[in-house]
């Protein structure tokens, strides 16, 4: 509760009580003392979203475990105007507040020693709104809103507190705001008071124990969309109120949405065993978001593009939705109701919402396939947890600059992964008991790696065995490879087995590394196939293949592709593979694929050789390895060939690979085809348009583009004209070929539109040219007031990044700008390296890079991290050109 001011008198009496220990002097840029606790947090901030800065009253109830003089805390660009320390039993004593540390370390220093016991912390203080973090203003339709990030750190930017995930407590939200504003928050709104003049009080119910990178709120004219309830289900007797909030004017675009969000809570309580978590269900569509969601409790914020599908809406947007959204709701229970309690085991809730979310949108739409995704995002996180420079999923984080490196597809997509090869092999009953035990143990509060650990492997029949090997996963970096050859000479076939770390060529990093790998293989035995597990610990073994009664004519050391490690087969038995190809289910012929292009990337197959196995994944079903290897063709053009003649006479040839799949699908979508067949048509199309320069391709594309921009016509925008699907090569292609005119038309109905797919995909194709006078306008959009959304930076100017041509002039602009570039980007900042270092292949441009941004990237979230794996990529790149000179490109014969 807000407690009442009380006079403000010192005392000597607290003095003979001593003070906390010296260590306390050095500035706490990791996690903070536990001298000072918080118990509950009275939050009032007066928000008009109109003017440029807010205001706040902020009473932390805390528990003082022994004497001190200072208080740490977070707070950063606050303007502290009142603070005092009001203890249970005493007198109040006013603090000196002081932001001591780049990344809002708050000190409060007291005149006397506070004494153990409990009290309270009053600050009253006013902050500008932030720049998409904490609390920050957009302005889609000329009238302003303010919405919330508080992950990672955005919290100390909108109120003074203790600003990590171990501090976890009840909240009271208080908003002052104009009467005409809509207010939400994370908790059910209890009461509204019209004040004096023009503004209302907006009070919500107590939350349960939240950390403060949960807490959320928005104010501005939104509109409010009832969703249907989410009926009872088991245990919870009672329906949730869902509700879409969205822009003045939007919300009734949230209607597939919402519809579809109460299935996929239902699921999760089905799977989870607990009720829903909160009193409330609140999706908010943010019209301009940097993350692509945030789960926090009740308050769930999106990028308003995922909650606006409907069901005519282009596949890869349907998908989208249903993805992020179980990700999110199941970070409700994961995350939410059982919190990490520092930032190194984050992989808790980004690794487990990731296997979470797949499983539970696979469940509700079986044609999305996710379980293909989820292996797709695994061997993705291979490229990253190649580098030497890469860290492990459960990685020491000691200050604020190495949070946001861990928001990366080692957290997301290894520890994902990870749960998956864990979850088959000790089997998905038993594994989903072990997830409940933990929730139920940790509800409400916060729990390790190690806690989660212990209780799904206590499910296995060999828990210590298998508690190892989930260790050996997420505290060492890298990725296992298996190096597998068979021995027929015995009684009982047998598999030869030796692991080490995979390194691409021109890696620095040691080949050494141990891990408790669940192998998993299937092999044919005549007739038969057949499954064995086996959790391989050692440097080497020997798998005795029990069962055989004789020697397997092919082996697939990655049963399913359900493991998190490449593999690499004795020749004679890659060569059966090879042969088996279509006797493998669509997952192992992926993996079977990545073994090929993973040999390539270490050095062991030359580009020739790549380039032969591409027809037979071209052939395969599923779309993922359809497209296996098609894209490092493009490395080969533009870093093996010595000019654009080769360059296109080599594009030629590999269009015959792709050309009769593409023929398949045709150019226009079919009435009820598969989801996969329209995505792998986008990204075909795309290759042979953007990629290969196909003059045929390129020209239909152009026609579509151009009736999309109106050319030629009444010179309306006319979004419809191509499917939604190809919307985005179309337009490219159009103002490629357009030139001015096209730019112009594209601008034109750039600015007029509020759809955040379409302005994403007219500014992709406006920044797509080789026009230098085009670019520099495409540039100049990012500094032009009120125009541009923040996380729309990217789709202006990433296109540039893709041509040699328009590289330079890119690079320019980056050094001229970088200030304003990062600011605008932050907390994402460190991407400015990647947009500055793109297409650089050689040992003086990874030189350059380090001298030019160290300095720059020091004290950037995340940046030093990404300036030493964006260095050690470009030495890679150099590396794999310096083993490939002269060696051809040979295409197989048709």
Not at 140 to 158: F, H, K, S
Not at 363 to 384: I, K, S, V
């Amino acid at each position: 509760m807000i407690l009442p001011r009380r006079c403000l008198l010192t005392t000597a009496l607290l003095a003979a009580t001593g003070l906390a220990t010296a260590a306390e002097a050095t500035v706490p840029t990791g996690p903070l003392p536990r001298t000072v606790v918080p118990s509950e947090v009275a939050l009032q901030l007066t928000i008009d979203p109109a003017q440029p800065r807010f205001s706040g009253h902020v009473e932390l109830s805390v528990d003082v475990a022994s004497a001190t003089d200072t208080i740490w805390m977070h707070g950063k660009g606050l303007n502290i105007t009142r603070a005092v320390y009001m203890p249970r039993n005493g007198r109040n004593q006013v603090l000196t507040a002081q932001e001591v540390d780049v990344s809002g370390v708050l000190k409060l220093t007291a005149p006397l020693a506070i004494a153990p016991g409990q009290g309270v912390i009053a600050i009253d203080y006013d902050a500008p709104f932030g720049e998409l973090q904490g609390a920050y203003r957009v302005k889609p339709d000329g009238r302003d809103y303010v919405v919330t990030q508080m992950e990672p750190l955005g919290a100390r930017t909108a109120f003074p507190g203790f600003d990590e995930p171990s501090f976890k407590q009840p909240w009271r939200m208080t908003l002052i705001v104009p009467d005409a504003a809509v207010a939400v928050a994370n908790a059910p709104e209890v009461a509204s008071t019209d004040l004096d003049g023009p503004m209302k009080r907006v009070e919500f119910a107590r939350t349960q124990a939240l950390p403060s990178y949960l807490i959320a709120f928005a104010v501005g004219p939104w509109d409010v969309a009832a969703g249907p309830d989410i009926a009872a289900n088991g245990e919870r007797s009672t329906p949730i109120k869902l509700r879409g909030i969205a822009a003045s004017g939007q919300g009734e675009r949230m209607r597939y949405s919402l519809a579809n969000t109460p299935a996929i809570v239902t699921a999760l309580e089905d799977y989870f065993g607990i009720p829903y978590p909160f009193a409330k269900l609140d999706n908010l569509a943010a019209p301009d978001f940097w993350a692509g969601a945030m789960e926090n409790a009740g308050l769930i914020v999106y990028r308003d593009s995922l909650m606006f599908p409907d069901e005519t809406s282009a596949v890869g947007r349907r998908q989208a939705f249903w993805g992020v959204s179980a990700h999110e709701l199941a970070h409700q229970w994961f995350g939410d109701l059982v919190t990490m309690k520092w930032w190194d085991d984050l992989w808790l809730n980004e690794g487990f919402a990731t296997w979470m979310g797949n499983k539970i949108h696979g469940q509700l739409q079986p044609d999305a396939h996710t379980d293909r995704g989820l292996l797709e995002g695994a061997l993705g996180a291979m490229g990253a947890d190649s580098l030497a420079s890469t860290r492990r999923i459960h990685e020491p984080i000691k200050d604020f600059t190495d949070i946001q490196s861990a928001f990366d597809g080692i957290t997301y997509q290894k520890g994902g992964a990870t749960l998956n090869m864990f979850e088959q092999y000790i089997g998905a009953e038993p594994f989903r008991t072990g997830i409940r035990n933990y929730l139920q143990a940790h509800a409400r509060g916060n729990a390790t790696s190690a806690d989660l650990i212990e209780a799904v492997a206590a499910q296995s029949d060999a828990p210590e065995a298998v508690a190892k090997a989930f260790f050996s996963f997420i505290d060492q970096p890298g990725v296992p490879f298996v190096r597998v050859d068979l021995d027929c000479s015995g009684a009982t076939p047998a598999l030869l087995l030796e692991q080490q770390r995979y390194l691409p060529l021109g890696s620095t990093a040691s080949g050494a590394g141990l891990w408790g790998i669940p192998l998993t293989v299937r092999y044919a035995d005549g007739a038969t196939v057949r499954t064995q597990k086996l959790l391989f610990d050692g440097k080497q073994g020997r798998m005795e293949l029990s069962a055989a009664t004789s020697c397997p004519s092919w082996v697939m050391p990655n049963a399913h592709g359900t493991g998190y490690y490449r593999f690499a087969l004795a020749p004679q038995l890659q060569s059966a593979l090879s042969d088996a190809f279509a006797q493998l289910d669509e997952r192992e012929q992926r993996v079977y694929a990545d073994s090929v292009t993973a040999a390539y990337g270490a050095g062991r197959l030359t580009p020739s050789q790549l380039l032969a196995a591409l027809p037979q994944f071209a052939s395969a079903s599923v779309r993922q390895t359809v497209t296996a290897g098609m894209y490092g063709t493009e490395w080969m053009a533009e870093y093996l060939l010595a000019d654009d003649a080769a360059r296109d006479a080599f594009h030629a040839q590999v269009a015959d690979i792709y050309r009769a799949r593409l023929q398949q699908l045709g150019m226009t979508p079919k009435a009820g085809e598969p989801d996969d067949d329209a995505l792998l048509r986008s990204s075909l199309v795309g290759f042979f348009a953007e990629t290969l320069k196909d003059q045929a391709v390129r020209a239909q594309m152009d026609r579509a583009g151009r009736a999309v921009l109106g050319l030629g016509g009444d010179g309306a925008l006319h979004a419809d004209a191509v499917a939604q699907d190809l919307r985005g090569t179309a337009l490219a292609v159009a103002v490629q070929s357009g030139g001015k005119a096209a730019f112009d038309a594209a601008e034109k109905h750039f600015r007029a539109s509020q759809d955040a797919v379409l302005r994403s995909q007219l500014l992709g194709a406006m920044g797509s040219t080789r026009d230098a006078a085009l670019n520099e306008r495409v540039r100049a959009l990012v500094f032009e007031p009120g125009l541009l959304r923040r996380n729309e930076i990217f789709p202006a100017v990433g296109g540039q990044t893709g041509d040699r041509a328009t590289r330079p002039a890119l690079r320019a602009w980056t050094d001229t700008h970088f200030k304003e570039i990062e600011a605008k980007l932050a907390p994402a900042g460190a991407a400015v390296v990647q947009l500055y270092a793109a297409g650089m292949c050689s040992e003086a441009e990874a030189s350059t890079l380090q001298d030019k941004f160290a300095a720059r990237m020091q004290d950037v979230e995340g940046g030093p991290r990404q300036l030493r794996q964006t260095v050690e990529a470009i030495r890679m790149c150099a590396a794999q050109v310096q083993a490939r000179k002269g060696q051809p490109l040979k295409f197989p014969m048709h």
